[in-house]
């Protein structure tokens, strides 16, 4: 396996445009992380699936960030409309088990909103 | 709402010598534990972890040790070496898995 991809690696967009990011999670792994990395607060969680249903959306910070997952190989974060504080990395990640197991991360999106 | 804190943004140690990595916890549901290391323009990736039934885990180089009764848990690289030099960052697992800030180790030659 190729372990989880992310797209795209880096996005440069203006305030108040749409952005879209997009993470393949290893093939079997049943649960999907989205994260994303400040300074001030390291890997923060943001939304986790278990077999493409929500779970815990509570680290979301406002209406606007939405995450799907419609299938178990595709799922997407996206921010509308995007600010220049939604600048970060955003780091999607995969498992097999909800715990005893590692997370594997993708390489992560690099996120500037100018 | 930080669960999972590491307090130390950054320790410096001479190569060949210990370096300690420390996390505090405060979510008592918590029941696994992980060491992850990231180097720039990297994904995190996994480096040893620890059930909250154990105290300790080796692995190699590298030791994770668990308190619970203090919700402390540490990371012990001895010796240290120059390509340990990165961010390492501490986990927790509850069927979720949160994370904290990060430690930026530079180990020097």
């Known amino acids: 396996d190729a372990g989880v991809i992310q797209s795209p690696r880096h996005e440069v967009t203006e305030m108040g445009q749409e952005v879209t990011l997009r993470c393949k999670p290893i093939s079997g792994h049943d649960y999907l992380f989205w994260y994303r990395q400040t300074m001030m607060r390291g890997l923060e969680l943001l939304i986790y699936?278990?077999?493409?249903?929500?779970?815990?959306d509570s680290g979301m910070p406002e209406d606007r960030f939405s995450a799907k997952m419609p299938n178990a190989s595709f799922s997407t974060l996206k921010i509308q409309p995007s600010e220049p504080r939604d600048s970060a990395v955003y780091f999607c990640?995969?498992?097999?088990?909800?715990?005893?197991?590692?997370?594997?991360f993708g390489q992560g999106t690099r996120l500037t909103v100018v | 709402d930080q669960q999972v804190k590491q307090n130390s943004p950054s320790l410096s140690v001479q190569e060949g010598r210990i370096s300690i990595l420390n996390c505090d916890y405060t979510n008592s549901m918590f029941d696994y534990f992980l060491w992850y290391k990231k180097y720039p323009a990297e994904g995190p990736t996994f480096l040893i972890s620890i059930s909250s039934i154990k105290d300790k885990n080796e692995d190699g180089r590298f030791t994770v040790f668990l308190n619970k009764s203090a919700k402390h848990l540490s990371l012990h690289i001895v010796p240290s070496q120059p390509g340990d030099s990165a961010v390492y960052f501490c986990?927790?697992?509850?069927?979720?898995?949160?994370f904290g800030a990060g430690t930026r180790l530079t180990v020097k030659p």
């Open positions: 990640a995969s498992s097999l088990l909800a715990t005893n197991t590692e997370a594997f």
């Open positions: 986990a927790a697992s509850a069927g979720d898995m949160r």
């Open positions: 699936f278990n077999n493409n249903v929500p779970i815990d």
